[in-house]
């Protein structure tokens, strides 16, 4: 083969090599620009319909983005967010929130607190409403791919309880629907107040 036609062999090959991967955007990076506005820079989120992600498990957060991509949990605002995020950074947004400090909410009716003290640690038997320590742990901290509950927002954990009951959340366990089950609004309101301010 010719010189010429093996540099022109070359320049065609070269025009159809796959383009290089881009390099993973830094985690700071990601949260200023997609994760701030709802989640706040370091996970406290300011408004109570958004979850804190402040020392969540690093596990759990990861599938819960992957979960949003590829739509098995479904929220159109968080598919936007992270639809084109890589694993690598998928990975860095959650050890970053991971590594923050939780900070519980403060107040709440001490009689409410009580009863969704109770419930939490002895569920509701008569109702077949199992304990929650069973998987969330004595201190509400999760693990793996359970979510931590201890400290966050009363308002986000009573929403997310009522659409496991009402099957409207689907994903990632189905373990909740029949958890929640029987659970009247008065004993979620109370459980999410228990939970927001446990340390």
């Known amino acids: 083969m010719s010189v010429g036609k093996c540099l022109i062999a070359v320049l065609v090959l070269g025009c159809v090599a796959p383009a290089i ?3 993973d955007r830094p985690a700071e990076q990601l949260v200023r620009e997609r994760c701030r506005k709802c989640h706040g820079t370091n996970g406290l989120s300011g408004e109570a319909e958004f979850p804190k992600l402040a020392g969540q498990d690093v596990e759990y957060l990861t599938r819960q983005m992957a979960n949003f991509k590829t739509g098995v ?3 159109t605002r968080m598919k936007r967010r992270v639809e084109d995020l890589s ?3 998928m ?10 400090p939780m900070v519980p ?19 509701i038997p008569a109702k077949g409403v199992t304990a929650c320590t069973t998987c969330h742990g004595p201190q ?3 693990a793996m791919y359970l979510p931590r509950l201890a400290g966050q927002h009363a308002q986000y954990l009573a929403s997310q309880l009522r659409a496991f009951r009402e099957h409207s959340r689907t994903s990632p366990n189905m ?3 029949t958890v929640v089950e029987n659970i009247a609004d008065p004993e979620i309101e109370a459980v999410a107040r228990f939970l927001s301010v446990m340390e």
């Open 21 to 23: 991967a881009a390099p």
């Open 73 to 75: 949990r479904t929220s």
């Open 87 to 89: 694993g690598g950074e």
């Open 91 to 100: 990975r860095a947004l959650a050890e970053y929130f991971s590594a923050k």
């Open 105 to 123: 909410e403060q107040g709440g009716d001490p009689a409410q607190v009580d009863i969704g003290r109770h419930i939490y640690y002895s569920g």
């Open 140 to 142: 509400g901290r999760g």
């Open 175 to 177: 373990v909740m629907h």
